[in-house]
Nanobody, 124 residues
């Protein structure tokens, strides 16, 4: 079993900051990336940022460049998303997606695993 858990959402005023965390755990053989996505009501889920473990690099959507940053944790299976200068348009449910290979009873399988999401609300 694999679990992906996000934390750190909440309510903040315009210009404020929040730090989200994502942890993948369970029968993980190889963790390739942890990505942050968001979905506002009535919109499609969109990529915010992704951290790739093979080269320890991060990529960002244009709309968050210069404001959001992925921070590595000392734990190999955890990353954080530091969100600064938040705007009302950043209001959404933020999801973490883990791209990994798991071992389930000797069966190795690469899949994407999603967390349950954490609400971020930015008030104007």
């Amino acid at each position: 079993q694999v679990q992906v858990v996000e934390s750190g959402g909440g309510l903040v005023q315009t210009g404020g900051s929040l730090r989200l965390s994502c942890k993948a755990s369970g029968s993980i053989v190889n963790l390739y990336s942890l990505g942050w996505y968001r979905q506002a009501p009535g919109t499609e889920r969109e990529l915010v940022a992704i951290f790739t473990r093979n080269n320890m690099s991060s990529q960002y959507a244009d709309f968050v460049k210069g404001r959001f940053a992925v921070a590595r944790d000392t734990a190999w299976n955890t990353v954080h998303l530091q969100m600064n200068n938040l705007q009302p348009e950043d209001t959404a449910v933020y999801y973490c997606k883990a791209d990994l290979t798991s071992n389930s009873g000797g069966l190795y399988e690469r899949s994407d695993y999603w967390g349950q999401g954490t609400q971020v609300t930015v008030s104007s």
